[in-house]
């Protein structure tokens, strides 16, 4: 069965840190372009980072020099490392690994940045 989970979210107060990771299943990571996106209430859903096959890596200007978004191919999982985190920062983070045609999310976790 072809899965995506993405686990890592929580409560954590400004400038603090959280690692969020995408772990796939019934697919190889490495094969396809994974990219990070977050929805907040009311808002729609925005890229936020992405790393190529070819461990290309992208950011939005918001959380440039912030976050960190890395693959490890032996665990078949991408990770996105959030640092100096801000109220602004939460949201629903999804992950999306996409080979075309192929295109797989996840289900999302949620991630609070409030004091």
């Known amino acids: 069965q072809v899965q995506l989970v993405e686990s890592g979210g929580g409560l954590v107060q400004p400038g603090g840190s959280l690692r969020l990771s995408c772990a796939a299943s019934g697919f190889t990571l490495d094969y396809y372009g994974i990219g990070w996106f977050r929805q907040a209430p009311g808002k729609e859903r925005e890229g936020v980072s992405y790393?190529?096959?070819?461990?290309?890596?992208f950011y939005a200007d918001s959380v440039k020099g912030r976050f960190t978004i890395s693959r490890d191919n032996a665990k078949n999982t991408v990770y996105l490392q959030m640092n100096s985190l801000k109220p602004e920062d939460t949201a629903v983070y999804y992950c999306?690994?996409?080979?075309?045609?192929?295109?797989?999310w996840g289900q999302g976790t949620q991630v609070t940045v409030s004091s």
């Open positions: 790393i190529s096959r070819r461990d290309n890596t």
């Open positions: 999306n690994a996409k080979s075309s045609p192929y295109t797989y």
